[in-house]
């Protein structure tokens, strides 16, 4: 079930709003719960913090360096990460940690639930583009041809016993659409571990949010106007995960045409049809590797993968402008 709504909307930005800073407040142990917010440049994007309660600031210094800690394992730009490790070595076995085991195979069930929509082989194809390059271009169409034929993320090997991984020869992962989401929920169990229950951790359109609000009501997450600065509609949420995937993050114009990051596996071109995914869900590691699987998918399939998984919901904006929300969020959806 979907509810459309005339808006001619093209691209989708998240704010959350109605979040309290500055506060002081004294508990009757005298033991001082503070507001921190705290911001760094970290996964190719501003990351910020707020948390209230006892020691925020130690807990968002841990979160931030939980989250350095993930950005360093991950990132395929870096050379001593474990993902720089496997796609140096493709054709060959090696060894990850766990974690490595643990988010290449989370990935991978996202690839077979989406039927390859979100696949994390693409990197070969991304790098033709260029977007995270100065060198944005949109590559010959025979050339895209070839550096699919290493797309397939079921070629990925994971096994666990020995704690290793091996991709074919010519592949390249790039986990470009789940490692925030990956780090922003880590950052957030930090966070938790420090008894926070009450805090945001925003990276980009990605959100983790901790309980309610301080002074008890719900989360606001307002959805802007992908190319201008109206707010649209908004999200209340308590304790959830909310993330988006746009055709605005990171483009480029050619002849009038937007090409953008994010790519259908099967033509090895961006994705048509939507301008923005919004994905609420328990953790940001589904929420953004389903935001980045719903975009390519489009709006029936993606819409039919939100309605067939539990705890999770979506908003969905085409390039023509109309809104489109899954059956869980339309009593509580706002339009503005
Ligand atoms: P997101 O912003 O979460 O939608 O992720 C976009 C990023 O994921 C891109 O910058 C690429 O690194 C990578 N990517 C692009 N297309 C796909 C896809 N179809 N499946 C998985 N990752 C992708
Ligand atoms: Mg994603």
Same mark, same amino acid.
């Given at each position: 079930?979907?509810?459309?709504?005339?808006?001619?909307?093209?691209?989708? $930005?998240?704010? +959350?709003?109605?979040?309290? /800073?500055? &506060?002081?407040?004294?508990? #009757? @142990?005298?033991?001082?719960? *503070? =507001? %921190?917010?705290?911001?760094?440049?970290?996964?190719?994007?501003?990351?910020?913090?707020?948390?209230?309660?006892?020691?925020?600031?130690?807990?968002?210094?841990?979160?931030?360096?939980?989250?350095?800690?993930?950005?360093?394992?991950?990132?395929?730009?870096?050379?001593?990460?474990?993902?720089?490790?496997?796609?140096?070595?493709?054709?060959?076995?090696?060894?990850?940690?766990?974690?490595?085991?643990?988010?290449?195979?989370?990935?991978?069930?996202?690839?077979?639930?989406?039927?390859?929509?979100?696949?994390?082989?693409?990197?070969?194809?991304?790098?033709?583009?260029?977007?995270?390059?100065?060198?944005?271009?949109?590559?010959?169409?025979?050339?895209?041809?070839?550096? $699919?034929?290493? +797309?397939?993320?079921?070629? /990925?090997? &994971?096994?666990?016993?020995? #704690? @290793?991984?091996?991709?074919? *020869? =010519? %592949?390249?992962?790039?986990?470009?659409?789940?490692?925030?989401?990956?780090?922003?929920?880590?950052?957030?169990?930090?966070?938790?571990?420090?008894?926070?229950?009450?805090?945001?951790?925003?990276?980009?359109?990605?959100?983790?949010?901790?309980?309610?609000?301080?002074?008890?009501?719900?989360?606001?997450?307002?959805?802007?106007?992908?190319?201008?600065?109206?707010?649209?509609?908004?999200?209340?949420?308590?304790?959830?995960?909310?993330?988006?995937?746009?055709?605005?993050?990171?483009?480029?114009?050619?002849?009038?045409?937007?090409?953008?990051?994010?790519?259908?596996?099967?033509?090895?071109?961006?994705?048509?049809?939507?301008?923005?995914?919004?994905?609420?869900?328990?953790?940001?590691?589904?929420?953004?590797?389903?935001?980045?699987?719903?975009?390519?998918?489009?709006?029936?399939?993606?819409?039919?993968?939100?309605?067939?998984?539990?705890?999770?919901?979506?908003?969905?904006?085409?390039?023509?402008?109309?809104?489109?929300?899954?059956?869980?969020?339309?009593?509580?959806?706002?339009?503005?």
């Amino acid at each position: 079930m979907s509810r459309k709504l005339g808006y001619t909307i093209v691209v989708l $930005l998240l704010i +959350v709003a109605g979040v309290s /800073i500055g &506060v002081n407040i004294v508990n #009757s @142990q005298t033991t001082p719960v *503070t =507001t %921190t917010e705290m911001s760094r440049f970290l996964m190719d994007t501003l990351v910020d913090i707020r948390a209230v309660g006892i020691d925020s600031e130690l807990a968002a210094e841990n979160a931030f360096a939980e989250m350095e800690r993930i950005e360093q394992k991950f990132s395929r730009h870096l050379p001593e990460s474990e993902i720089a490790k496997i796609n140096s070595a493709a054709g060959d076995w090696v060894t990850v940690s766990k974690e490595s085991l643990d988010l290449i195979s989370t990935a991978i069930k996202y690839g077979e639930i989406s039927s390859g929509a979100f696949d994390i082989t693409l990197g070969g194809v991304i790098d033709l583009w260029g977007f995270t390059t100065p060198n944005k271009q949109v590559p010959a169409p025979e050339v895209i041809t070839k550096a $699919l034929e290493s +797309v397939n993320y079921a070629a /990925i090997e &994971v096994d666990y016993k020995q #704690s @290793q991984i091996r991709i074919p *020869t =010519t %592949t390249i992962l790039d986990l470009g659409g789940i490692a925030k989401g990956y780090a922003i929920d880590r950052g957030a169990a930090v966070l938790r571990e420090h008894g926070i229950k009450h805090a945001m951790v925003y990276a980009g359109g990605d959100i983790v949010l901790i309980g309610n609000k301080q002074d008890g009501s719900q989360w606001r997450v307002g959805l802007q106007h992908p190319r201008e600065s109206d707010l649209v509609a908004v999200v209340p949420v308590t304790d959830r995960s909310i993330v988006t995937s746009g055709d605005y993050q990171r483009y480029f114009m050619q002849d009038d045409v937007r090409y953008h990051h994010i790519l259908d596996p099967q033509t090895g071109f961006p994705a048509t049809g939507l301008a923005s995914v919004t994905i609420v869900a328990r953790s940001a590691v589904d929420a953004d590797s389903l935001s980045t699987a719903v975009f390519v998918l489009g709006i029936e399939k993606g819409l039919a993968l939100v309605e067939s998984l539990e705890h999770v919901e979506a908003v969905l904006i085409t390039a023509d402008g109309s809104i489109y929300v899954s059956s869980g969020l339309q009593e509580s959806f706002q339009e503005l």
